[in-house]
């Protein structure tokens, strides 16, 4: 009888079987792995096909990865403090001296803040209106009277600056408001939010549209606007997944896009009036009327109208350039031609007049 030593466990096997078991083992592992992972990749893939697999908003495993939100959401954060820069203005206030309401038919629309102490701008086809007794209603409850209005009758954009002559505004606004930011530039297929009816909504960017705004048209006036996938009520407020605001809603569903309110928005800033600097000059822009010259599409901005008798432009001259800027091209590519002469008393243009480039310096009429 063969003996075991005594620190030793009793045996309970031999070698032999012991290796089967372990190769056993080793098998079966690599069974279940090979299964997970088959499975993990059917379901990236399946993912990839088919964004609703398993339910939900989001794609299995891949788009998880991606991003935790749903795409068609605004960031909680972002939709927030946009939210507190926007204001409902209202055409009246009802009710008696110790309560009132506000209508929702007498909703004029939606307004974004411009400075902090209280320039709105807003989408607003009717003018100026009886604005002296409108009222402003912030996120947070506030009701306000508004004290002056511009109106932009080339954007039908309406600014409005919110009266704080009252101790009791002061003390509800803090002294100030919070303000929006807008979007420097957008492009085809970004994707934007729209505030519409009190809620966001999901959309992108499908189309740069020219000739929005009439063509033709001053040279004051903007030439072009944003087509979104789907269609909001005019007023409606879009921003990026940033927050900042791309444009307005218009009438007939195009953008009004930020770079137009921008640059009004500088001059009502800071001396309370809407100023285009202009060459007086009416025609279009070869993206919106391809201008043809010798047999060959030729960039620029086509004058059919002159205003201004003293204008050195005449009718049918092509600017091609404006203080060195070559203008047209692609749609809201230096498609503005008193973008570029903010600021300045004259301009250097190089037009194309009866064959050939000519060099004029024009007054510039702010």
Known sequence: MKKIPPHLPPQVCDIKTHHSWQRLKILLAAAVFGLVAGMSGASIILGWIWPGYGGGDVWVISQQNRTALNRTQLEDRVRIEVSDRIVSVYSQLDGN??????????????????????????????????????????????VYDFEKALFDDKLDVLFLKISLQKETDVQRSGGQFKVVSFA????????????????????WISALVSGVFGVPHADGAPAWGYRLRY????????????????????????????????RPMSQVLEKQ??????????????????????????SGFY????????????????????????????????????????????????????????????????
Request: charge should be negative; charged fraction near 20%; avoid cysteine.
């Open 303 to 366: 004058v059919s109208r002159i205003m201004d008798i003293k204008s050195p432009l005449h009718i049918g001259d092509v600017i091609t350039e404006i203080d060195g800027k070559v203008l047209g091209g692609a749609v809201g590519e230096n498609s503005d031609l008193w973008y570029n002469l903010n600021g300045k008393s004259d301009a250097q243009l190089i037009v194309w007049r009866v064959g050939k480039s000519v060099a004029v310096i024009s007054k510039i009429n702010n």
């Open 231 to 262: 269609d909001f009520a005019p007023g409606a407020v879009v921003v990026s997944g940033q927050g900042k605001v791309v444009g307005l809603v218009a009438n007939n569903g195009y953008v009004i896009s930020s770079e137009h309110i921008m």
């Open 97 to 142: 001296a110790a309560v009132g309401y506000v209508r929702v038919e007498n909703k004029i629309g939606d307004a974004v803040v411009l400075s902090s102490d209280g320039w709105l701008a807003m989408y607003h086809k009717g003018g100026l209106g009886n604005y002296k007794k409108w009222k402003a209603l912030t996120a947070g409850g506030a």
């Open 273 to 298: 009036k809407i100023i285009y600097s202009t060459l007086g000059v009416e025609g279009w822009y070869d993206f919106e009327w391809p201008i043809i010259v010798n047999g060959e599409r030729r």
């Open 184 to 203: 420097e530039k957008s492009d085809l297929l970004d994707e934007v939010y729209a505030f519409n009816d009190g809620g966001w909504q999901y959309s």
